[in-house]
């Protein structure tokens, strides 16, 4: 791995950093990249005692489009993924776990932005209450797992962190 050897700061924002990074080529010279940098996230999948998946419906004005999702949120300053993970899943989808448990991590999209995504398994839920940003225009949607699977198949999923936790959890999660 070639080390960093400038960071030059673009943008300040609320949630996330734009820097221009300055490496080594490895044949001579530098390679200039920018980049998004991003403290992280935690990505939930919770299914209830009967086995359905709860998505939600979340508006996201960026895309212009309300997207099926998991529900995620971004970590607070030294706040540990599973703390996130558990904050996130009460606030958007009203229901709080007693057991999370860690499934997989990944970049979100590494060629553009240093974002890792922590997937977590919430189960054994019980209702509680959304309390959502003020921002925030989601709705909760307990569904059979069989119906999310034909969602994905048919391209009704489009958020990549959705698609590819509910695809570890389908074909490479066992339970321990």
């Known amino acids: ?27 001579g010279g530098e390679i200039t990249r920018d980049v998004v ?6 990505v939930i999948l919770p299914v209830l005692d009967d086995g359905r998946v709860v998505l939600i419906r979340n508006l996201r004005r960026t895309v212009g489009k309300t997207l099926w999702e998991l529900p995620a949120g971004t970590l607070e300053e030294g706040e540990p993924p599973e703390e996130c993970a558990a904050r996130e899943l009460e606030e958007e989808t009203g229901y709080r776990a007693k057991t ?7 970049f979100a999209s590494p060629g553009i932005l240093n974002e890792r995504m922590y997937g977590y398994l919430a189960t054994e839920l019980e209702q509680t209450a959304q309390a959502l940003d003020e921002s925030e225009e989601i709705a909760v949607f307990p569904l059979p797992s069989w119906q999310v699977r034909d969602m994905l198949k048919d391209g009704h999923i489009e958020d990549g962190k959705t698609i590819a936790l509910l695809l570890y959890w389908m074909h490479i999660y066992t339970p321990k």
């Open 37 to 42: 940098e991003h403290p992280g996230a935690a």
């Open 1 to 27: 791995m070639h080390a960093m050897k400038e960071r030059e700061l673009l943008l300040k924002a609320a949630k996330f950093d734009v820097a221009r990074l300055k490496f080594d080529a490895p044949g």
């Open 100 to 106: 999370i448990k860690p499934l997989t991590e990944f």
